[in-house]
């Protein structure tokens, strides 16, 4: 296999040489007074990314983990819960509502579609029984994005639940737990943060707390339990089980990296590299995946292929003839994602992914319509152009502070 030269993946992203030195620290006793207060710290400085005063959980293993438990410990048999699935998480949710024992409806749209705050009120306004909400902040399959701005509010205000994915959301947009009134969230290192995969980051409010409580099936002396975590560490300072110190320690670095930038900075540098993108793409003569362009997400780019282009075949040129890595369309459709998350949302990882996206798709026979050939050249000079204006602002911004 010959060497891979970028990682332009949709998660795991490629970390930066400060998080691969947090990740291989000694590994310490968990018991260990200096490990338990590093733990703590990284509570606190998940809770401010997330933006939030309530309780914050680390459970040891890749979001999934944090997303099946959280439902788990959230829903109780009947239980009338509205899913919104405009992508294959939210289509996952919907699975395990039904195994879960819930009563679910759901608002589904086409997998290139977002789920609008308009259709959520009008369906809340028609079923005011609905107990919880259940959406994905950003569907990186596709690369949309769901408002939660609007959604959650809307929800609390109803005093209605809400289950929030925001794994590849938190820093890649605008994501604020507690303005928001969302009682439940989780996220993960390995996307907007740019760190490894492995943990789940939760955050919990005490409305939903009250759920859970009330829950006799939340699962207890369980690998997915939240109730282990809240009584026997937040309560008691025990761990439920030996947390991966190496994690830990790499989530910390990829924190303090995010922290250091400042939220709305790193959330910035995501939709400018969104920016420049967009504008390459289109220049080049590629159509975007999604339907509606305010609902195309600032961590993924997702280019809708021809029929005769299978997605897997472009992923698989494009790393083995030059060295560039995407991500295909995991069954979201025949797409492919130019990815710009975590330290490779910068104008640089962008322009290098348009060339390498454009020339494999020239390899493949790709033809425009009326017979236009690919224009690579156009892409990257369009992507040059936003680059060089965000380089400008930058630069204003970064003199008006002197
Ligand atoms: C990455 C991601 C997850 C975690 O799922 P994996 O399949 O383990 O990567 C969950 N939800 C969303 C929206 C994600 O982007």
Same mark, same amino acid.
């Given at each position: 296999m010959q060497k891979l030269?970028?990682?332009?993946?949709?998660?795991?992203v490629e970390v930066t040489a400060a998080t691969l030195a947090g990740l291989a620290k000694p590994i310490q006793y968990h018991y260990d007074d200096d490990f338990k207060a590093t733990f703590r710290r990284v509570q606190e400085k998940t809770a401010e990314i997330l933006q939030t005063r309530n309780d914050v959980l680390i459970l040891q293993g890749e979001a999934i983990l944090g997303l099946e438990g959280a439902l788990k410990s959230l829903v109780t048999p009947g239980m009338k819960v509205l899913n919104l699935v405009q992508g294959i998480f939210g289509k996952g949710t919907g699975y395990w509502l039904r195994d879960f024992g819930a009563e679910v409806h759901e608002l589904e749209v086409g997998y290139d579609d977002a789920v609008t705050p308009e259709m959520v009120e009008e369906f809340l306004d028609a079923h005011p029984s609905i107990e919880m909400v259940c959406l994905v902040a950003s569907e990186t399959p596709s690369g949309t994005v769901t408002d939660v701005s609007r959604i959650g509010p809307m929800c609390r205000d109803r005093g209605i639940l809400t289950y929030v994915?925001?794994? /590849?959301g938190v820093l890649g947009m605008e994501h604020r737990t507690d303005d928001w009134g969302l009682d439940l969230c989780v996220t993960g290192?390995?996307?907007?943060?740019g760190g490894a995969p492995g943990l789940s980051l939760i955050s919990v409010s005490q409305r939903a707390w009250d759920k859970i409580y009330s829950?006799?099936?939340?699962?207890?002396?369980?690998?997915?339990?939240l109730l282990d975590w809240k009584e026997k560490?937040?309560?008691?300072?025990?761990?439920p089980y030996t947390p991966s110190v190496s994690d830990i320690n790499g989530l910390e670095a990829a924190l303090d990296q995010a922290l250091a930038e400042g939220i709305d900075q790193v959330i910035q540098r995501h939709v400018d590299a969104r920016e420049l993108t967009k504008a390459g793409a289109r220049a080049m003569g590629l159509e975007f995946?999604?339907?509606?362009?305010?609902?195309? /997400?600032?961590?993924v780019t997702s280019i809708r292929l021809p029929d005769d282009i299978d997605n897997a075949e472009v992923r698989d040129l494009a790393r083995s003839k030059y060295g560039v890595m995407f991500s295909h369309g995991q069954g979201a459709g025949n797409l492919i994602r130019l990815s710009h998350m975590?330290?490779?949302?910068?104008?640089f990882h962008s322009i290098v992914g348009l060339t390498a996206l454009g020339r494999t798709l020239l390899d493949l026979g790709m033809k425009l319509d009326l017979g236009m050939k690919l224009d690579v050249g156009a892409g990257v000079d369009a992507a040059l152009e936003v680059l060089s204006e965000q380089r400008g602002r930058q630069r204003s911004a970064a003199d008006a502070l002197v």
């Open positions: 030269e970028f990682t332009l993946s949709a998660g795991p994915d925001t794994v /590849s290192p390995q996307k907007c943060l829950n006799p099936a939340a699962p207890r002396d369980s690998y997915l339990s560490w937040l309560g008691d300072g025990r761990f995946w999604a339907r509606r362009e305010e609902s195309m /997400s600032a961590c975590g330290s490779t949302a910068g104008g």
